[in-house]
């Protein structure tokens, strides 16, 4: 299975970054998809995750609260692919965002040793 990053780059505070990560491989179950996130010098964080739904609804997402209300997680099941629209960013947005996947069936959300797939990276600096 891989995961392939795009979307990163160079942005000034208050600009906009779009992340994709689509997935490829054949015999994987993929119910969670998401985004974690590791600046220099700090741990990995979770950023934000979406599970593999039929219907549409807010509790099939998790956000962080450092970016509640500025970052949307949207899923394209048919292409296995998951976005991040990055909205309002601030310069502590800045790090390396990678993207995860999960098999988790369960209620709740994962912890990060139970994500078996994971991408390359794609670097975001927000910065004037």
């Known amino acids: 299975v891989q995961l392939v990053e795009s979307g990163g780059g160079l942005v000034q505070p208050g600009g906009s970054l779009r992340l994709s990560c689509a997935a490829s491989?054949?015999?994987?179950?993929?119910?969670?998809m998401g985004w974690y996130r590791q600046a220099p010098g700090k741990e990995r964080e979770g950023v934000s995750f979406i599970k593999n739904s039929l219907t549409s609804t807010n509790g099939d997402r998790w956000y962080a609260d450092a970016v509640k209300g500025r970052f949307a997680i949207s899923r394209d099941t048919a292409k296995k692919t998951v976005y991040l629209q990055m909205d309002s960013l601030k310069p502590e947005d800045t790090a390396v965002y990678y993207c995860?996947?999960?098999?988790?069936?369960?209620?709740?959300?994962?912890?990060?040793?139970?994500?078996?797939?994971w991408g390359q990276g794609t670097q975001v600096t927000v910065s004037s």
């Open positions: 491989g054949s015999g994987i179950s993929i119910n969670v």
């Open positions: 995860a996947t999960a098999e988790w069936a369960e209620s709740g959300w994962p912890p990060e040793y139970e994500y078996d797939y």
